[in-house]
T-cell receptor
């Protein structure tokens, strides 16, 4: 079975500073990895995904994540955060095949301060 | 497309009452998922359907919980009788075909049982 561990429940950071949100997964088979973002009182939105190919994936708003198979990690990074990035971020994993399901980590609350 | 539509957005009910949450998936999506989000347990997968058939209900916490999908455009999650510990945000998500990505989440139903 797959599982996801997000190592930090909360990450406070000042505006324009870099940030890294950590995610580790466990699985006995090949995985697909995702980062979702949840703004207050909203549903989850896909931020970026790793399916195959290049291990570095990017989102349209400046976030990037790198798939590291040897370390079973998929950490999320942004070189300079904005106040508007304040949200909860969830790492998720699934496997190939029709009857698969998305398993989420516990989430990391990113708080960007002015 | 209007996305995944959940109703109601908020529900407050008294302990012991029956609660029904509703979800309309995106047209053409073959898979439908029900998740529950709480502070203590994060995002938990309760049950999911493929072509209206329940595939995995191992996440359903108790017999008080039941879910149905009578057709491709409608699903319900019912709690009877409800208890205060059922208070949470319940999300519905749908996904097209056997691909491991493409999940779209609804805005959620915030349930409060008093």
């Amino acid at each position: 079975a797959q599982s996801v561990t997000q190592l930090d429940s909360q990450v406070p950071v000042f505006e324009e500073a870099p940030v890294e949100l950590r995610c580790n997964y466990s699985s006995s088979v090949s995985v697909y990895l995702f980062w979702y973002v949840q703004y207050p009182n909203q549903g989850l939105q896909l931020l970026l995904k790793y399916l195959s190919g290049s291990t570095l994936v990017e989102s349209i708003n400046g976030f990037e994540a790198e798939f590291n198979k040897s370390q079973t990690s998929f950490h999320l990074r942004k070189p300079s955060v904005h106040i508007s990035d304040t949200a909860e971020y969830f790492c998720a994993v699934t496997v190939s095949g029709g009857y698969n399901k998305l398993i989420f980590g516990a989430g990391t609350r990113l708080a960007v301060h002015p | 497309d209007a996305g995944v539509i959940q109703s109601p957005r908020h529900e407050v009910t008294e302990m012991g009452q029956e609660v029904t949450l509703r979800c309309k998936p995106i047209s053409g999506h073959d898979y439908l998922f029900w998740y529950r989000q709480t502070m203590m347990r994060g995002l938990e997968l309760l049950i999911y359907f493929n072509n209206n058939v329940p595939i995995d209900d191992s996440g359903m916490p108790e017999d008080r919980f039941s879910a149905k999908m009578p057709n491709a455009s409608f699903s319900t999650l019912k709690i009877q009788p409800s208890e205060p510990r059922d208070s949470a945000v319940y999300f519905c998500a749908s996904r097209p075909g056997a691909l491991p990505y493409g999940y779209t989440f609804g805005s959620g139903t915030r349930l409060t049982v008093v």
